[in-house]
């Protein structure tokens, strides 16, 4: 499993890449939102892989039967996946109100902060 | 039928003893900014009210970390668990005196931005929740430096980043959002470059405790891919410090915000990078740290120059700060790739102790930096270069005052930046790294240019209309002037903070202290 998994977290990072380099903020939005989830599946990875066993204690016993899911993956994509989800949320509410505010969603074209016509200092006393 | 006896014993794992009351001191910086900023949101329709309690929870954080610091000092490192789960398996916030100092100072700069703000945010701000967002970061950056654990560490950097974001577009200008945007989206990919290192640590030590991952680094050496995870980390915290060359953000942003906003973020967000760094090049992963000075050094020494001669090139005296800012990374970047201990100078204090000696007094400097170009606008009706002058006419106190910082930003004696630049050329010549100590020292000089020039422009240049500036309170004086005296303090009384952030590099270098404080039985 290992394998397949990992080839799939480097396509999804290569896609995220490529969405990020894009200068349409949209694209970049996209590209976040796919990084995040191969993130999550990275670190889903980097812990141990098995097939239905949930990391439930049985009865009378008080330690995890052998071969169970590793359960702090699980946790730390639960983290992740909520700090992710809710960065998405507010990205994507900043970005339409840049493109309302600036008119355009060109990043090539947003130099509000830095105009290209910047003075320079003065160069005598 | 009995149910079988267990296999493990629960006591080994759980703590079974009450925690000492002195151990919640590592946790209570946190707890207190977030319980306050809590407070302060229910609070927003009583502007006075919940400003008030803002700034006295300040002083309260600012005293927290005082003790705090002082526990440090006379104690070596504290821990606290989380969930009575003992480490590596509890979360785990340790507190060494790298951290400790570092959370102490930044509450000092918070304050001292909290006070301003009462002047800079006005009630629309305030409503928008200026107060309870700037608690929630003090939260984070709090966090950051006291968490022992590495994915927390990712936990409190989202935490300061989100309520960062909050900050910067406070007035919902095209300015800000433009710049937010940009923010924003570079500062998320560099937290997600830092949550992939994080996975792969996890993939290579099956834990996240600092301390059991500084353990247990000898011994996974050859086998895990830990080379591979430095560059990560490294490529991840220079985004967020703003190094060369990732640092085209800050520039493009930190002139956009309110003046107090770019005062804190100048002052704390970026050291946050900084710490980080030093937390895992010299402590966690100290061999790779080493083997990757050599590209710290260039990206410090690039860092150092472009910053200065961005600066040099700037007639917005915000954005001039913004590349100050950038060349103070480059000289504690520097401290990072000299290491250890080197030469003899008070004591043998290596580039390590100057790096966090030159952050600690850059937190207060760039803060204090900021709220002067605030003042400095207020008095001159503008930041832009060309059209200021006869600042020193107005008012000898604020030029003197003025004076001090930019003295102490070119690094000039006597004030707060001359120790850690005088220890970093130092370390740099000792080891041999002539061109590094060359990059500090020019970069010295192409910043005394560029604020010789803004002296000259600003204050000694009379003035193109004369202008009566709108009455100053305390509350724009008071900090200012505290932090300006924290500079002329570093600066003639050195000896005590150079102990002290000379011991904090010792404890990096060998963290026996820091492993024993977390594993009181010796690490399994």
């Known amino acids: 499993m290992e ?10 990072f290569a896609a995220a890449i490529y969405l990020l380099l894009s200068k349409f903020t949209i694209r970049i939005m996209l590209g976040i939102a796919i990084l995040g989830n191969s993130v999550n599946l990275l670190l889903f990875t980097s812990g141990r892989l098995t097939r239905e ?11 995890l039967p052998a071969g169970a899911a590793n359960p702090l993956p699980q946790a730390l994509i639960l983290t992740a996946i909520v700090i992710s989800f809710s960065f998405l949320a507010f990205l994507l509410v900043l970005t339409y109100r840049a493109y309302q505010d600036l008119g355009t969603d060109d990043t090539s074209q947003m130099r509000a902060a830095e105009p290209d016509d910047r003075p320079l200092p003065p160069l005598g006393y | 039928m009995a149910a079988p006896t267990s296999a493990v014993d629960l006591s080994a794992a759980l703590i079974t003893a009450p925690v000492p009351i002195g151990h919640w001191l590592a946790v209570l910086p946190v707890v207190h900014c977030i319980a306050l900023g809590a407070v302060l949101l229910m609070l927003r329709a009583y502007p006075r009210l919940q400003a008030g309690l803002a700034i006295a929870g300040l002083a309260g954080l600012v005293l927290i970390d005082a003790a705090l610091l002082a526990k440090v000092a006379a104690e070596g490192p504290l821990t606290m668990v989380m969930g009575r789960w003992l480490p590596p398996f509890g979360i785990a916030f340790t507190v060494d005196l790298l951290g400790a100092l570092l959370a102490f100072t930044s509450a000092l700069a918070a304050l001292a931005g909290g006070i301003y703000a009462l002047a800079d945010i006005g009630e629309s701000g305030r409503r928008y929740g200026f107060f309870p967002l ?29 309520s960062s974001f909050g900050l910067i577009i406070l007035g919902s200008e095209r300015e800000q959002i433009d710049g937010a945007l940009k923010y924003a989206v570079l500062n998320l990919i560099a937290t997600t470059l830092f949550l992939i290192g994080v996975g792969i640590l996890y993939a290579a030590f099956g834990t996240l405790n600092m ?3 500084a353990a247990r680094a000898g011994d996974l050496r050859g086998t895990a891919p830990l080379m591979t995870l430095a560059s990560l980390f490294l490529l991840a915290f220079a985004m967020k410090a703003a190094a060369f060359p990732v ?28 710490y980080a760094l030093i937390r895992v090049m010299v402590m966690l992963l ?5 083997e990757l000075s050599l590209v710290i050094a260039l990206a410090a020494a690039a860092t150092i120059i472009v910053g200065a001669l961005g600066a040099l090139a700037e007639n917005d005296i915000r954005r001039l700060f913004g590349y100050i800012v950038i060349s103070g990374i480059g000289n504690m970047l520097a ?6 201990p080197g030469g003899d100078l008070v004591g043998g204090i290596g580039g390590i102790g100057g790096a966090v000696f030159y952050a600690l007094h850059s937190m207060v400097l760039m803060t204090a930096l900021y709220l002067a170009a605030g003042e400095i606008a207020r008095r001159g009706g503008g930041f832009a270069l060309s059209d200021l002058g006869g600042l020193y006419r107005q008012s000898g106190g604020f030029t003197a005052l003025s ?25 740099a010549l000792d080891l041999g790294a002539g061109w590094l100590a060359a990059a500090i020292l020019a970069g010295g000089f192409l910043t005394t240019i560029a604020f010789g020039r803004l002296f000259l422009l600003a204050y000694w240049r009379p003035a193109p209309v004369v202008r009566t500036p709108s009455k100053a309170g305390w509350r724009t004086g008071l900090p200012l002037a505290a932090l300006t005296a924290l500079v002329i303090g570093f600066g003639i009384l050195p000896e005590r903070l150079l102990a002290l952030s000379q011991s904090a590099a010792a404890g990096l270098a060998d963290p026996q202290a820091y492993l024993h404080s977390v594993f009181p039985g010796g690490v399994q």
């Open chain 2, 403 to 427: 004076l001090v910082l930019f003295l102490a930003a070119c690094g000039l004696p006597p004030f707060s930046g001359f120790w850690p630049k005088v220890i970093l050329v130092k370390a």
């Open chain 1, 53 to 63: 066993v949930p990391p439930i204690i049985p009865a009378g016993l008080d330690s």
């Open chain 2, 286 to 290: 100290p061999v790779e740290g080493k």
């Open chain 2, 211 to 213: 301390a059991d991952i």
């Open chain 1, 3 to 12: 394998p397949l998994l990992s080839i799939l977290v480097g396509l999804f």
């Open chain 2, 335 to 340: 401290g990072v790739a000299l290491g250890g």
């Open chain 2, 134 to 162: 700037l608690m929630l970061l003090m939260a984070g950056v709090s966090g950051a430096f006291l968490t022992g654990d590495v994915f927390n560490l990712y936990v409190w950097f989202e935490v300061l980043l989100i």
């Open chain 2, 247 to 274: 640092n085209f953000w800050l520039p493009a942003t930190y002139h956009t915000p309110r003046i107090v906003v770019s005062a804190l973020f100048a002052g704390l967000l970026t050291k946050v990078g900084i």
